[in-house]
């Protein structure tokens, strides 16, 4: 049993039985042809669709799948996801982060947050110049800010703590 959501909004409960795939309950029946790695041609309820896996992360289980040039983003979750998250202990419990730190030496030339913000997962933390080079760092995960540790125009040095969560 698996568990597809398009687009953070559209819910489909995908099975397999020995006829084939279950969608929502209901036997779906198409025909999938590889044209070449990444590219399939499928036909389904007598109409032809062209589709291109774009980018896929497994470690999240996201793909972007391009179908007749129109791009959707797939999250698939697995039985042990569901069941993980049956039990109240989603992915993203694992992903709480306590700081961030300087990933090299630098200049720290614009902060994103300030005590209190709340950030999510790929949020903007700050600007960090090395190099001659802007770097943004983001947030790996969900938190609130609790103490900012540097200030614009700090230089800082590798494995130094920036923010707290």
Not at 7 to 19: G, L, P, Y
Not at 31 to 54: M, P, Q
Not at 98 to 117: C, F, Q, R
């Amino acid at each position: 049993m698996f568990k597809a959501t398009v687009n953070n909004k559209t819910n489909f409960d995908i099975a397999e039985d020995e006829q084939g795939f279950l969608v929502n309950g209901q036997p779906i029946t198409w025909d999938v042809a590889t044209l070449a790695n990444g590219y399939f041609h499928i036909l389904y309820n007598g109409k032809s669709y062209r589709a291109e896996i774009v980018k896929n992360d497994p470690e999240t289980k996201t793909s972007t799948v391009k179908i007749n040039s129109r791009s959707y983003t797939v999250s698939i979750k697995d039985r042990f996801d569901l069941l993980l998250e049956k039990m109240g202990m989603s992915g993203a419990a694992g992903s709480k982060i306590n700081s961030i730190k300087a990933p090299m030496p630098g200049l720290i030339i614009d902060l994103k947050v300030k005590e209190g913000d709340s950030v999510k997962a790929g949020d903007p933390i700050l600007i960090l110049e090395a190099m001659k080079m802007e770097n943004i760092i983001k947030s790996t995960g969900d938190a609130v800010v609790k103490s900012v540790k540097t200030k614009k125009g700090d230089s800082v040095e590798k494995g130094q703590i920036l923010v707290e969560f």
